[in-house]
């Protein structure tokens, strides 16, 4: 019987130990999103979505999810943050 609340409680700790690790680690401002999600596949390619005006930066999020499959790493949500990142505060030089 001793096991058994021994084994809960491991689990229990493990769990709670895997949800905090995974919190702390998601990314959390736009540009962090930018960043870990639009780097997935390929390097971000910064130089490249500067030269495109910022009014279109968004549909490239679009595009991307559309013909290249990035809809499995990136969801709607965060798809809308990147979006949005993009046009009103993407670095450029
Ligand atoms: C699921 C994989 C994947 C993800 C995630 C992804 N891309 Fe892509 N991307 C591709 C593929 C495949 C191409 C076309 C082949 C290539 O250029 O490497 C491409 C091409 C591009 C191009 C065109 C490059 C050029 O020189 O014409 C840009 C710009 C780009 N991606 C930006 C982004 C941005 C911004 C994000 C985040 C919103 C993103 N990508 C996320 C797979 C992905």
Redesign the pocket.
């Known amino acids: 019987m001793k096991w058994a609340i021994r084994c809960t409680l491991l689990s229990g700790i493990l769990v709670v130990l895997v949800g905090t690790y995974e919190w702390a680690t998601r990314p959390r401002t736009p540009e962090a999103l930018?960043k870990t999600?639009?780097?997935?596949?390929?390097e971000?390619?910064t130089d490249?979505?500067c030269e495109f005006p910022p009014a279109l930066?968004p549909a490239?999020?679009d595009?991307?999810?559309h013909?290249?499959?990035?809809d499995?790493?990136?969801d709607d949500a965060e798809?809308a943050v990147?979006r949005r990142y993009?046009e009103e505060s993407l670095p450029c030089p």
Not at 37 to 42: E, G, L, P, Q
Not at 67 to 70: F, G, K, N, V, Y
Request: charged fraction near 25%; hydrophobic fraction near 55%; aromatic fraction near 4%.
């Open positions: 930018f999600r639009c780097a997935a596949c390929h971000l390619r490249r979505l930066r490239i999020v595009t991307m999810r013909l290249h499959e990035a499995r790493v990136i798809a990147i993009l």
